[in-house]
């Protein structure tokens, strides 16, 4: 048991987002096993532990996930969604200069090709040509979807 949680959180979850005051937490967790499809998870807690319910929310298009998970499938209402919308817009609490949304991008481009990307270039979207065929990667130029649709 120990061995999986360590596995879950040091290597494969980085954390984008994290709120106390909102109660809730964005990560990127890819799985290398999967091809496709990249999402980003949004927890109705600022705890993995504390959550009790998820969400996984696709880069490309307003859409989500159903994966098997211990907590319960979440789907959001009209205020849950505008939340959502409100946190990827805002300044990202781990990288200067960006927001929320890039850094979600980024890190899991970073986590997902297991690459050691560097921010600046990403942004360039000097990655976005070597990385074009790869159905994971999420482009530097991608605009969020109208996630208010989901």
């Known amino acids: 048991m120990l061995k999986i949680v360590c596995e879950e959180f040091l290597d494969e979850m980085a954390t984008v987002y994290k709120s106390r005051e909102y109660g809730i937490l964005v990560t990127v967790n890819p799985d290398s096993n999967r091809s496709g499809n990249p999402y980003f998870k949004f927890y109705n807690a ?3 532990n504390k959550a009790t319910k998820i969400i996984r ?3 490309k298009k307003a859409d989500y996930i159903v994966h098997s998970d211990s907590k319960e499938l979440w789907e959001l209402n009209s ?14 609490q781990y990288y200067s200069d960006i927001t929320t949304w890039q850094a979600a991008k980024f890190d899991w481009n970073r986590e997902y090709l297991e690459e050691p990307l560097r921010l ?11 990385y074009k065929d790869n159905p994971g990667y999420v482009s530097s130029y991608l605009k969020m979807p109208d996630y208010m649709n989901l």
Not at 120 to 130: A, Q
């Open 46 to 48: 600022d705890n993995y």
């Open 57 to 59: 929310v696709l880069f």
């Open 79 to 92: 205020k849950e969604k505008k939340l959502l919308i409100k946190v990827l817009n805002e300044p990202s």
């Open 120 to 130: 600046d270039k990403y942004l360039k979207g000097e990655y976005d040509e070597l």
